[in-house]
Nanobody
């Protein structure tokens, strides 16, 4: 089992930055690809970014590419999402997730473990 806890969300003005963190506990963290997803009321949970277990391979949604950066520090059991040039449309609850299959997926149902979410609100 893997337990995930997100932090770092908050209120920021458009054009500002936030860094989200996801702290993991449990077995074999370094073997899990990780993803960040976001969800707004009435919508499905959408893929934002993913990273392989080595941290070498990354993938981003088109809407955030060039603005967001996903990274991981396996020694600290932590995954990050650096969010720059934030826009009001980035406002959402952000969730980190882990999956046992050694590949990045954009499908939320293919991730077995989830954090509780952290709210990001971008004002204009």
């Amino acid at each position: 089992q893997v337990q995930l806890v997100e932090s770092g969300g908050g209120l920021v003005q458009a054009g500002g930055s936030l860094r989200l963190s996801c702290s993991a506990s449990g077995r074999a963290f370094s073997n899990y690809p990780m993803g960040w997803f976001r969800q707004t009321p009435g919508r499905d949970r959408d893929f934002v970014a993913g990273i392989s277990w080595t941290g070498i391979s990354t993938r981003y949604a088109d809407s955030v590419k060039g603005r967001f950066t996903i990274s991981r520090d396996n020694a600290k059991n932590t995954v990050f999402l650096q969010m720059n040039s934030l826009k009001p449309e980035d406002t959402a609850a952000y969730y980190c997730a882990a999956r046992r299959t050694p590949a990045i997926s954009t499908r939320p149902y293919e991730y077995e473990y989830w954090g509780q979410g952290t709210q990001v609100t971008v004002s204009s």
